[in-house]
């Protein structure tokens, strides 16, 4: 039905490498992601069980199933990938992911305080086995020295991060936004001139905030931490089918 409407910009198509839409479930049921799915499985390429849902969320191995049948990766929030590594149960971790027949992982250190350089190596020892997303940014502190992310991303690219995550949580309000949910441009136009934007994939939570994303990379940028209910309207910013980038793609 879209080609039946001029002017529209192309999307990337599944599997993609860029343009990603991570939705973040926060404890659906198997019937909940079944519905959800009806109607945005073409639109979603990735999936966190955000936090340490996974370990409470009743029937979330046949949800994992789920959604990788219908082409979406599955990984388990990075907060409960530092659960483990406080407890020293690293191993146990692993078996978990095996258990839940997961092949991606997030290693992050929002909520502990982790050498970076043996953030790194975890990075490498999973990257043997998974595919690895790596997330920058505190949970807590809201003060962000430029350089220091950037040093970070390449540090963990190298190391062997299919993607780096820009911090934001689930309420937008910290990393790369202020206490508003305001983007720190200047953060923002720093990272990007030295990481490469198709690397990146950025916590966006907040409509403002993925306009503005979408205003300053485009239609293929990768935005996280997406509400289930959001995605279908995350989609149509990104063809100008809303009013917010509605112009952007207009040439006459």
């Not at 086995?129 to 809201?142: H, M, R, Y």
């Amino acid at each position: 039905m879209l080609n039946i409407l001029s002017q529209i910009p192309e999307r990337s198509q599944k599997p993609r490498k860029k343009g990603l839409t991570m939705m973040m479930d926060k404890g659906l049921s198997f019937n909940q992601a079944k519905e959800f799915l009806e109607t945005c499985s073409e639109y979603t390429d990735i999936i966190k069980l955000g936090f340490g849902t996974s370990l409470i969320t009743p029937n979330v191995k046949n949800k994992i199933k789920l959604y990788q049948k219908n082409n979406i990766q599955v990984y388990l929030g990075g907060t409960l990938f530092e659960a483990f590594v406080i407890r020293n149960q690293i191993e146990d971790y692993k078996k978990l992911l095996k258990n839940l027949s997961l092949n991606m992982v997030e290693i992050s250190d929002g909520s502990i305080n982790l050498n970076h350089k043996t953030k790194c190596n975890y990075i490498k020892d999973f990257s043997k086995n998974f595919t690895v997303l790596s997330e920058i940014g505190s949970k807590s502190d809201n003060q962000v020295i430029a350089s220091d992310w950037t040093i970070q991303m390449k540090n963990e690219l190298e190391a062997g991060s299919w993607k780096v995550i820009a911090e934001a949580r689930e309420s937008g309000n910290i990393g790369i936004f202020d206490n508003l949910g305001k983007t720190k441009t200047d953060l923002v136009d720093e990272i990007v001139n030295d990481i490469d934007a198709s690397k990146i994939i950025w916590e966006t939570p907040q409509k403002t905030q993925q306009v503005w994303f979408i205003n300053k990379f485009g239609t293929n940028v990768n935005l996280a931490n997406i509400s289930h209910s959001e995605i279908i309207p995350l989609e149509t910013l990104r063809l100008g089918l809303r009013g917010d980038t509605l112009n952007n793609f207009i040439t006459n």
